[in-house]
């Protein structure tokens, strides 16, 4: 018995198309998923071509997650498609640098809107699914600043910190309907939001000197945990936020 199989799943992955959401959901499609790409651009067809070659199923939907009014017609059309959702990955996210005292309204709102209302209005709709087939499971995308205050990032910030909140608030309600609610926290990864950290040869030094393992994360550095939470081998985790992170947390 393989726990770690996920033949005959279906995944919905925001921000599923680029970065560490493209990982997340070739990782998933490698364990045998098939996958709803949910972009807001439509830059997804590299990763579509690459799980259509595993043998997989996947489905591109175009959709700005920062307007809840499209958060159903996403769910509705990814049921449409497969009839069902089993793994959710809410990873869709921004980041604003500002220093606090000249953070601007619309930063904040923009960032708020998209890492943490569209997160919990999308878990609620697609967790509805899941409350009525007994099953799920639900990962969010937290950030080591769900533990730390960063710097020039406080809308981002308060963002993270609220997922991780979020992620224990669902996991509460819904583990005893099957569905297991968890959240991963990146370390430093290699991403489009952390161009300009890399770019900066002190902050970037700053940063390595920290990380245990000596490097910057990868997207594939997330599939082995993604694929290990949306999987039976986590059916006893509940409300958990899993670092990866090199060692970060540990110094």
């Known amino acids: ?3 770690f199989d996920l033949t005959g799943k279906v995944a919905l992955v925001t921000g599923g198309a680029v970065g560490l959401g493209a990982g997340i959901s070739l990782g998933l499609a490698k364990a045998g998923a098939d996958v709803v790409i ?5 830059r997804s067809r590299e990763v579509e071509q690459q799980i259509q070659a595993m043998g997989r199923k996947a489905h591109t939907i175009i959709a700005d997650l920062m307007d809840e009014s499209v ?3 996403v769910v509705d059309k990814a049921l449409s498609v497969f009839g069902k959702i089993d793994i959710l990955v809410n990873n869709a996210g921004i980041i604003r640098r500002t220093p606090a005292a000249d953070h601007a309204a619309q930063d904040w709102h923009d960032v708020l ?3 943490l209302n569209s997160v919990f209005f999308l878990s609620q709709l697609v967790g509805r699914e899941m409350i009525k087939q007994g099953s799920g499971k639900i990962i969010n995308i937290a950030s080591m600043l769900s533990f730390q205050g960063g710097i020039n990032v406080p809308g981002y910030t308060a963002s993270k910190h609220a997922i991780a909140g979020v992620t224990k608030a669902l ?3 819904w583990a ?3 569905i297991q609610v968890n959240a991963i926290a990146p370390g430093y990864m290699a991403t489009d939001n952390t161009a300009a950290l890399r770019a900066d040869e ?3 030094s700053q940063i390595l000197v920290r990380i245990p393992a000596g490097r910057w994360g990868t997207s594939e550095d997330m599939q082995g945990p993604i694929i290990f939470l949306a999987s039976r ?3 006893y985790m509940s409300g958990h936020v899993l670092c990866v992170d090199g060692g970060w947390m540990a110094r």
């Open 171 to 173: 996991a509460n309600e």
């Open 113 to 115: 809107n998209l890492n």
């Open 71 to 73: 958060l159903k017609s």
């Open 176 to 178: 005893g309907k099957g």
């Open 233 to 235: 081998a986590s059916d």
């Open 38 to 42: 949910v972009t807001s651009n439509d």
């Open 1 to 3: 018995m393989n726990l």
């Open 202 to 204: 002190e902050r970037s």
